[in-house]
């Protein structure tokens, strides 16, 4: 089975990673636009090939990791390239104009929408890990519109590699995907920024930074070039969230501002609920 | 040597198992407000016994972990107990408060201001663990108004459980304390509660949630008898850095609002920095 993973990354380099170790008779080939991306990944033996569209025509499965809004303009390209037996998945952050953009291709039926929800803070393919994938949610939108054949064999790579599927329409990925994921990056990278901005002035304070920072801070360290085109993509939903949050930081500040520290512990006694609900999420660290 | 820890729970729970693990001669005793806490310490051997304010005599290191609302009660009463060479130290999360009560206290050379900062988001005695303070800073205030000899003492026992120590008066302490812990607590409890919120409404956004989602709102979980005490101890401190925050997030917000996507990266690509800051931090992770 030829194996494409078309930007090599952490989420393509860990995705062809597991494929190599689980999937005996896969030959993978890389496709990346910097040269510097493909010569490491063949060094780290993520891949065994390097390759170019041309090649795509004797693809079995494709799976494209590349910044959302490169994945606008290259899917089509790719299902041009690809023969009628191939499926090609994505694995955009996003997923509304994903889908709208393909939703007249001739070879729509070649595609399946997915979100794989995996990931660290770090982006480059020497960060790429095996086991990424496994018990982690795969998000797949319209599948209804993809050949029964090619979802079949995505399917079993999934499975393979442990992943739960979940089936969500476009619309809905989006929305929800605004509050449990792009909503954090945007939290983590305006502490980070409110933090940095003091520092310039106060040399010791990292001194007190204790692992508790770090942790809502880990975020801030993802990269910028992937996440400007998540939020460009999904800015309704994600000024929802961005207003909501906000609301809720300045009525904590008005229990602070009146001195109601009973309502403050009740504020957060609600929220600690969440406890019970983060057992369910698997974690993957670095 | 007789240590008293008088609150046990993660915190003074960690200080004496490491105490007991490296002071061979060391008898530790537990003084806790409810009595299903001490049962539970003997029982996981946190502690050797069981102790009332009336032993404190006979201590010769007392460590004080209780919320800070219950410091500025109890620590003059613990004063008041103690002999001429038993030092006292606090592990409270502010400072100012608590050295501003016991400035004019009779046994003000008996008591060592501290703030070891270790931790996690639980709270029981039963998350307490073996090495919790290797390599963690110490922020010590107002040594100058310690016995020399009692510092001595006490500097020994932290230099036995690796700690980092730091000198700092109150103010900055609370001041840069307020950035780098509390502002992350609020930040955390906040998105913890804008999602659950649409949780509500929505019960399959939790099988969305990634580790990203998990470790941003991992702070969530503390403790709201600890936090909201220290919320109020800490308020000008913590408002200066929530409106700081807000304001960032506003000034997101508008970035958004008029497409200027270019400015969004700048603004993640600004703050990658804390990458290498976070780089000095030692963490402990459950």
Known sequence: MNVFVIGIG?????????????????????????????????????????????????????????????????????????????????????????????????????????????????????????????????????????????????????????????????NAHDKHIAYVSHLSHISSFMLGKTVIEKEKNERDIFDMAGSGFESTVRLAKSSPAMWAPIFEQNKENVLETLNEYIQNLMDFRELLLVDDFEGIYNEMNNTNKIKSILKGIPINKK
Chains 1, 2 share one sequence.
């Open 10 to 170: 952490l989420i393509g380099g860990s995705f062809v990673k597991d494929v190599k170790a689980k999937l005996s008779d896969a030959k993978v080939f890389g496709i990346d636009a910097k040269p510097k991306h493909l010569e490491e990944a063949l060094s780290l033996k993520i891949i065994d090939h390097g390759a170019t569209y041309d090649d795509l025509s004797k693809a079995d499965f494709v799976f494209v990791s590349i910044p959302v809004n490169e994945m606008v303009k290259e899917l089509p390209r790719i299902l041009d390239a690809v023969n009628d037996d191939c499926v090609v998945c994505d694995a955009g952050f996003t997923k509304e104009l994903i889908c709208k953009t393909l939703a007249n291709h001739a070879k729509r039926r070649n595609f399946l929408a997915c979100h794989p929800i995996a990931g660290t803070e770090f982006s480059d393919s020497s960060a790429a890990i095996n086991g990424l994938y496994e018990g982690k949610t795969n998000i797949i939108c319209e599948v209804e519109n993809t050949a029964f054949k090619l979802q079949e064999k995505a399917l079993e790579i999934f499975q393979l590699l442990g992943m739960r599927i979940r089936y969500m329409n476009p």
